[in-house]
């Protein structure tokens, strides 16, 4: 029983390792100044595309469920976010950005970063499937 755990674990790991990491960037709090009740719109808007993109077989990084909370809590800065998710971002194959991303002061620092640093830019979810994964993990 255990060695056929271990093997599934092995086959799940390298399909994991081939997944395409998208960064899903668009506006929540613009700097926490949007009211809570825009906020939370905001955030289910992020978690939608983000559920489409695992979906589609990639691994997802959405800012607001990285980070927001220990701006949220007072623990660090808005500058220290923007910061943390620029780092992130260099290190995805790809940024998508949710409509409505242009409002956002700090969608367009990670927009200008993106460009800047030749980190492929998506604006709608492609259509291809082929880095769909699930098939492989079961």
């Not at 978690?47 to 959405?62: D, E, H, P, T």
């Not at 995805?92 to 949710?98: K, L, S």
């Not at 409509?99 to 970063?113: A, C, M, Q, R, S």
Request: charged share 25%; net charge negative; glycine share 6%.
């Amino acid at each position: 029983m255990l060695r056929m755990r271990m093997r599934s674990v092995k086959k799940m790991e390298m399909s994991i390792v081939s997944k395409p990491v998208v960064y899903v960037a668009g506006v929540f709090s613009n700097g926490d100044t949007l009211p809570k009740e825009e906020q939370e719109k905001n955030r289910n808007l992020l978690r939608y595309y983000s559920l489409l993109f695992m979906k589609k077989g990639y691994a997802v990084i959405s800012p607001i469920e990285n980070d927001q909370w220990a701006m949220d809590l007072g623990l660090i800065t808005y500058d220290d976010v923007i910061e943390s998710d620029l780092a992130v971002i260099a290190k995805c194959d790809y940024i998508f950005f949710v409509p409505g991303w242009e409002d956002g002061h700090g969608t367009v620092i990670e927009h200008n970063f993106a460009v800047d640093n030749d980190i492929p830019i998506w604006y709608e979810i492609p259509k291809s499937e082929s880095h769909q994964v699930s098939a492989h993990l079961g």
